[in-house]
């Protein structure tokens, strides 16, 4: 597991006294403000979220005063250490389970969990054995996700 998340990407400068239109990666602007650092090419920033524009976070990176300074930032991708994040209970970051072993409901596997598809109606795990299964990330068919052993239990249906 990285040390570190991709949270997103400065698109542009935002005014002339240095603030940062940043597109957000994480689940929300919301999350992002919970953070107190950031890391852009291995080396630590201090900021703040000064306001949102649409799905974007304008940020204030410490130090940065006037929008010379700001472009030189602009395309840059930001990270966060996931030991900063405040997860809820039993929540995690979705690149901690890709890799995971699945099994099924018979304690059969059935394949390594390579990719997690994010859609507004809900998640869909992409699991890859001897054939491909999608299966939408419920209760009704994720029924375990053990992050530290890797491994998540399935419910497969017929179809599936």
Same mark, same amino acid.
């Given at each position: 597991?990285?040390?570190?998340?991709?949270?997103? /990407?400065?698109? #542009?400068?935002?005014?002339?006294?240095? !603030? +940062?239109?940043? !597109? $957000?990666?994480?689940? &929300?602007?919301?999350? +992002?403000?919970?953070?107190?650092?950031?890391?852009?090419?291995?080396?630590?920033?201090?900021?703040?979220?000064?306001?949102?524009?649409?799905? *974007?976070?304008?940020? /204030?990176?410490?130090?940065?005063?006037?929008?010379?300074?700001?472009?030189?930032?602009?395309?840059?991708?930001? &990270?966060?250490?996931?030991? @900063?994040? +405040?997860?809820?209970?039993?929540?995690?970051?979705?690149?901690?389970?890709?890799?995971?072993?699945?099994?099924?409901?018979?304690?059969? /596997?059935?394949?390594?969990?390579? /990719? $997690? +598809?994010? *859609?507004?109606?809900? #998640?869909? *795990?992409?699991?890859?054995? @001897?054939?491909?299964?999608?299966?939408?990330?419920?209760?009704?068919? =994720?029924?375990?996700?053990?992050?530290? #052993?890797?491994? =998540?239990? $399935?419910?497969?249906?017929?179809?599936?």
């Amino acid at each position: 597991m990285s040390e570190f998340v991709s949270a997103g /990407r400065i698109t #542009n400068t935002h005014g002339v006294k240095g !603030e +940062l239109k940043t !597109e $957000v990666w994480l689940d &929300s602007v919301a999350f +992002l403000k919970t953070f107190k650092k950031l890391y852009i090419n291995d080396r630590e920033y201090a900021f703040e979220v000064t306001g949102t524009q649409k799905k *974007y976070a304008l940020i /204030r990176i410490e130090g940065i005063e006037d929008l010379n300074a700001a472009m030189a930032f602009k395309n840059a991708e930001i &990270s966060v250490k996931k030991t @900063d994040a +405040l997860l809820p209970e039993g929540t995690f970051f979705i690149d901690d389970i890709l890799g995971a072993e699945a099994i099924d409901q018979n304690g059969v /596997r059935i394949g390594v969990l390579k /990719r $997690v +598809l994010e *859609y507004p109606a809900g #998640n869909i *795990y992409e699991i890859y054995g @001897d054939k491909e299964h999608l299966i939408p990330d419920n209760p009704e068919f =994720i029924v375990e996700k053990d992050v530290k #052993n890797k491994r =998540i239990r $399935v419910n497969l249906i017929p179809g599936m």
